[in-house]
């Protein structure tokens, strides 16, 4: 006779209760759905407000490790390990990162980005073994993501972290009081119950995304890779991007479209390394040598006496 092993019970957990301002969805008309989506969305941007300090904690602790030689993982299952995925993936074109810089784990590996394989997420060992795969080590920073919190893949990878020394940050969408967290930084995203019971792809997904939007941006405003609301290390791969690059250029320096052009070009693609050109008269190994000896910030090199020429703008 075959015995079936006790679930544990999630009922009271924050993301799994039933949300009174949604109890007749399945009788709402469509404007009234899209209006009841836009009232519990709004709750987003309250929950990342009051994880204000720890999201602020984890962006210096993030631009640290970097600047180190660290890296930065996230790691989730479902909804959870795609956002970092995600994440991850826009950090190179945005920030001309490495790939290796910032990385994304999901419990099923890359086959789980196309098609749900929500059985992994019970694995705790597999979380244990995707640390060990990545050869994390103390210089690392580890992000595991879980809305409820309870999620066995990500308990696994955060523990394994932990041991090898790794920082660890966990997010999720339930109280403390809840689900506990053994985390260096502990972030909560408390945004209620769902509109659609228990889909935490909703508002707790919403909520993820944001936060990774403020952890991976920040960081990178840290390590100067933006001047002034400017992507300056943009990676010049495509005709978009391109031409992002061109009106950088054009904006900070006043230089027309053609000018700009050949000033990218000399740089070798390169908005910092341009701008820095530009600004201090520096031929590009010069200006590479300047801000090499400044850990790639523009600002600092612009600041340094080889830099007394500096004409640019006041940002």
């Known amino acids: 006779m075959e015995t079936s092993l006790p679930l544990p019970e999630r009922g009271h957990l924050l993301t799994e209760q039933t949300n009174p301002n949604s109890y007749n969805l399945d009788q709402l008309s469509s404007l009234e759905i899209v209006d009841l989506f836009n009232q519990e969305d709004a ?10 300090e720890p999201l602020a904690a984890a962006i210096d602790t993030i631009a640290a490790a970097l600047a180190q030689g660290g890296r930065l993982f996230y790691i989730g299952a479902g909804t959870s390990g795609r956002l970092g995925v995600l994440d991850a993936a826009e950090c190179p074109p945005t920030f001309c990162t490495p790939p290796e810089w910032v990385q994304g784990i999901i419990a099923g590996g890359p086959s789980a980005l196309l098609r749900s394989a929500e059985g992994l997420e019970d694995d705790v060992e597999a979380g244990a073994s995707a640390i060990t795969h990545h050869a994390i080590t103390a210089q690392d920073v580890v992000v595991g993501i879980t809305a409820g919190g309870t999620t066995p893949y990500v308990a696994g990878a955060l523990q394994a972290a932990r041991q090898r020394g790794a920082t660890t940050i966990f997010i999720a969408c339930v109280p403390a009081e809840q689900v506990p967290s053994h985390a260096d930084i502990d972030i909560r995203l408390l945004v209620g119950p769902e509109i659609l019971a228990g889909s935490t792809r909703l508002k707790a997904g919403t909520a993820t995304k944001l936060a990774l939007n ?15 609301n400017r992507m300056i290390d943009v990676a010049v791969t495509n005709q978009k991007l391109h031409d992002r690059a061109l009106r950088i250029l054009s904006d900070l320096t006043g230089l027309d479209r053609e000018a700009a052009h050949q000033l990218l070009e000399r740089s070798g693609k ?11 008269g520096l031929d590009a190994a010069a200006a590479t040598t300047l801000l090499t000896a400044h850990h790639g910030h523009l600002r600092a090199a612009l600041n340094h006496p080889a830099s007394s020429t500096y004409t640019g703008p006041t940002l």
């Open 43 to 52: 709750k987003t941007i309250a929950a990342i407000a009051a994880a204000r």
């Open 270 to 280: 390169s908005v910092k390394l341009a701008l820095l050109m530009h600004w201090t």
């Open 214 to 228: 403020i952890l991976s941006t920040g960081a990178m405003v840290k390590l100067g890779k933006v001047y002034g």
